[in-house]
Nanobody
Framework: QVELVESGGGLVQAGGSLRLSCAAP????????MGWYRQSPGKERELVAT???????NYAYSVKGRFTISRDNTKNTVYLQMNSLKPEDTAVYYC???????????????WGQGTQVTVSS
């Protein structure tokens, strides 16, 4: 079982910024789409942003213009730069990777453990 390791969550005031990172093991030779999802108490997990292996991005309407997703394929890492944070951005943020491949291994859909982001007003 391949694990995605997330970092960068924390507590920030409204208007502030945070950068999340998520890394797959260096043994992984390719990953299709990578993305970030979030879940608040009492709500379903929702898409925040995704990025293809070629760099095409997709964002939830609520974060467009404030969040930027990027990836470094040489490091098997995806980032989420979050600016102008709002209290409603408070959630557990989960990294997702689709199509993880290495010799003798394939995983269609892999999740990170989640990292808490709290935005105070």
């Amino acid at each position: 079982q391949v694990e995605l390791v997330e970092s960068g969550g924390g507590l920030v005031q409204a208007g502030g910024s945070l950068r999340l990172s998520c890394a797959a093991p260096v043994s992984i030779v390719s990953i299709d789409d990578m993305g970030w999802y979030r879940q608040s108490p009492g709500k379903e997990r929702e898409l925040v942003a995704t990025i293809t292996s070629g760099g095409s991005t997709n964002y939830a309407y609520s974060v467009k213009g404030r969040f930027t997703i990027s990836r470094d394929n040489t490091k098997n890492t995806v980032y989420l730069q979050m600016n102008s944070l709002k209290p409603e951005d408070t959630a557990v943020y989960y990294c997702n990777a689709k199509g993880l491949r290495r010799y003798g291994y394939y995983a269609d859909n892999t999740w990170g453990q989640g990292t808490q982001v709290t935005v105070s007003s």
